[in-house]
Each structure stands twice: as structure tokens, then as C-alpha cells.
């Protein structure tokens, strides 16, 4: 068996198809790093929005009755009462929200980037 064969047509040098295969290996590893990265980005901001749903606001806002001293008013109980609240405003005047769930992320997230 004649190995010049296994090199693509023309090339005969050995070391340049090495560089050609390390380049290649060297390719691979970065785009792997950087899938890698995306999805550590991505795993951050969504760490993030969580801990800012947790945040406690109590001493910030005048609420209602409905949360008793000893309980912290967090940013998730004062976007709960303001989804109920355009709800229940939408509902006197005969419309409806048929997602509720994305209606409510939908304000969660824009608060959330009119905060930061």
C-alpha cells in the first residue's frame, strides 16, 4: 500500500496535512467553547430573573391588605396583583386575556428590563 495515497491529491508534504487536521481539531474545541458559553449566557440571565422575582420590595410599595405584616412582598406578588388587577379591568369591559401564563411573563420580562 502506497501512503502518499491516503493524502489529498497534490499534497505531499505530511506536516502541512497535519496543520490542516490541528487546525480543523483547534476549530472544533472553539466552537464547542463557545456553544458552551451561549448556554452558560443563557443559564445567567435566567438565574438572574429569578433572583430578581425573589427580590423583596416591601419597604418600596404601599400594598394592600392582602399580605400581613410578618410576609415579604417580593416582585413576583406585586406582578401577580398587577396581571389580576389589567385582568380583572379587562374582564368589566368584556374582553379576556386567553394566555394568561404568557401574559403574565410578558409583563414579568418587560419590567424586569425596564428595571435594569
Same mark, same amino acid.
Do not use: P
Given at each position: 500500500?502506497?501512503?502518499?495515497?491516503?493524502?489529498?491529491?497534490? /499534497?505531499?508534504?505530511?506536516?502541512?496535512?497535519?496543520?490542516?487536521?490541528?487546525?480543523?481539531? #483547534?476549530?472544533?474545541?472553539?466552537? +464547542?467553547?463557545?456553544?458552551?458559553?451561549?448556554?452558560? *449566557?443563557?443559564?445567567?440571565?435566567? /438565574?438572574?430573573?429569578? *433572583?430578581?422575582?425573589?427580590?423583596?420590595?416591601?419597604?418600596? #410599595?404601599?400594598?394592600?391588605? +392582602?399580605?400581613?405584616? &410578618?410576609?415579604?412582598?417580593?416582585? *413576583?406578588?406585586?406582578? /401577580? &396583583?398587577?396581571?389580576?388587577? #389589567?385582568?380583572?379591568?379587562?374582564? &368589566?369591559?368584556?374582553?379576556?386575556?386567553?394566555?394568561?401564563?404568557?401574559? *403574565? &411573563?410578558?409583563?414579568? +420580562?418587560?419590567?424586569?428590563?425596564? +428595571?435594569?
Amino acid at each position: 500500500m502506497n501512503y502518499t495515497e491516503l493524502f489529498r491529491k497534490g /499534497e505531499t508534504n505530511t506536516k502541512e496535512t497535519i496543520e490542516r487536521e490541528n487546525e480543523n481539531k #483547534v476549530e472544533c474545541k472553539t466552537k +464547542s467553547l463557545f456553544k458552551a458559553l451561549e448556554k452558560l *449566557r443563557i443559564q445567567r440571565k435566567k /438565574e438572574n430573573f429569578a *433572583r430578581w422575582l425573589k427580590t423583596d420590595i416591601t419597604d418600596m #410599595v404601599n400594598y394592600d391588605n +392582602s399580605y400581613e405584616e &410578618d410576609q415579604h412582598y417580593l416582585v *413576583r406578588h406585586m406582578i /401577580e &396583583d398587577l396581571v389580576h388587577q #389589567v385582568t380583572k379591568k379587562l374582564n &368589566d369591559h368584556g374582553y379576556t386575556i386567553n394566555q394568561t401564563k404568557e401574559f *403574565r &411573563d410578558e409583563i414579568a +420580562s418587560f419590567i424586569y428590563k425596564l +428595571s435594569n
